[in-house]
C-alpha cells in the first residue's frame, strides 16, 4: 500500500457524459500527479500539481482539467467523454516538486461504453 | 524512454536465476531515474531509484546500473521469486517539474 487512495475504483459510463476522479496523496506530500495508462499509449503524464498550484502539463487535452485543493486532495474531471477515454488514471504523490519518487495510487478504471 | 505503445517484450526466467530488465532512455538531459514494477490490477509500485551522478545502486535483491554515455538502464534481480512476476518499467524524469516518461515496460514471468 503506497498511501495514495484513489475513488472510485471503477467507473463506467457513456460518451458525452463527465466524470471526476479522486485523489488523496500520501501524507506530507505536497505534490500531486495524474497519469493515463491505455493499451495502446502506455503510462502517460496529464498533468502535476504542487501545493495547489498546476505545476507541468503533459498530454492532457482541453476536455479534461484537474486541481488540487487546500487540504492537498485533487480531482481530475473528464468531460464529453469519448470510446478512446476508456483506460486507467492514475494518481501519484510525491513530497517534492521536483526529482522526487512519486508514489502510485491503485488506479481508477474508466470504460466509457 | 519513449513509449512503444502494445509492444511488450517478455523475459522468462526460472525461479531462484538472476533477471535482467534493459531499458533504453531517450532524454539526454534525465537527472533521474526510476524502476517500477506493476501487477495486474495494481498502480506501479515503486522499486528503485537512481540519479546521474551515480552509475550503480544496490536495494534489496535488486540493483539498478545507469549508463549515461549509451543512454541505457538496467535492472538486476537476484534469485527471482514467483512474487516477481510483473511488469516493470523504467521512467525517467528529465523534464521540468517533476513530470515521468515512461517505457514501454517488460513483463517478467518467474517459472517454477
Redesign the interface.
Known sequence: DSGVTQTPKHLITATGQRVTLRCSPRSGDLSVYWYQQSLDQGLQFLIQYYNGEERAKGNILERFSAQQFPDLHSELNLSSLELGDSALYFCASSRLAYTDTQYFGPGTRLTVL | GE????HLPTLSVQEGDNSIINCAYSNSAS??F?W?KQESG?????II?I?SNMDKRQGQRVTVLLNKTVKHLSLQIAATQPGDSAVY?C?E?G????????G??TRVLVKP
Open positions: 513509449n512503444v505503445g502494445l537527472d533521474y526510476i517500477y495494481k498502480g506501479p509500485q515503486f531509484d540519479r518499467f521512467a524524469n523534464a521540468a517539474g517533476n513530470k515521468l516518461t515512461f514501454g515496460g
